[in-house]
């Protein structure tokens, strides 16, 4: 009975971290952190920029304030290949673009719908791009596997 009692604490305790690092609400079950469903996601680039989507695994609406903050270079092969990404304005209320040389992220409708522009691909290797969030001090990421295409 003991070990039982102490198997469900410990359930308990996992549970509560997991809440707590992926910014859920607190009266729900719903996630509130913008994470991409599967994971991975791997799309094919025709020509020029491709938008996908990525929409959170739970919930339907966001309610904690997030923002990404930086996403991995493919192209830097160094331990520093991490580039932040900057805020760009826009006139349309709910929606936020992050930006840095080579990508773009559109997030609308408190972040149920993310459009990921990657703008560039000069290598014929299939390469992937993590994208870091942060919410509520916590950090949070998703990994875009893109397949072989220059253009």
Same mark, same amino acid.
């Given at each position: ?16 971290? /997991?809440?707590?690092? $992926? ?6 079950? &719903? @996630? ?6 599967? %994971?991975? #996601? ?44 900057? /805020?760009?304005?826009? $006139? ?6 992050? &930006? @840095? ?6 997030? %609308?409708? #408190? ?41």
């Amino acid at each position: 009975m003991k070990k039982i009692f102490q198997l469900m604490l410990t359930v308990m305790l996992v549970m509560t971290g /997991v809440s707590m690092i $992926s910014c859920n609400k607190e009266d729900d079950e &719903s @996630n509130n952190v913008p994470q991409a469903d599967p %994971s991975e #996601l791997t799309f094919n680039w025709e020509s020029g920029t491709q938008q996908i989507s990525v929409r959170p695994t739970q919930g339907k609406q966001m309610t904690k304030e997030w923002k990404f903050v930086e996403a991995v270079n493919p192209k830097l092969q160094s331990p520093n290949n991490k580039e932040r990404l900057r /805020v760009d304005s826009t $006139s349309t209320p709910g929606v936020k673009i992050y &930006s @840095n040389e080579w990508l773009i992220l559109r997030v %609308s409708d #408190l972040g149920r719908h993310i459009d990921v522009n990657v703008l560039r691909n000069s290598s014929i290797a299939p390469r992937s791009i993590q994208i870091t969030g942060e919410c509520d001090n916590n950090r949070f990421s998703f990994t875009i596997n893109q397949r072989a295409k220059v253009y």
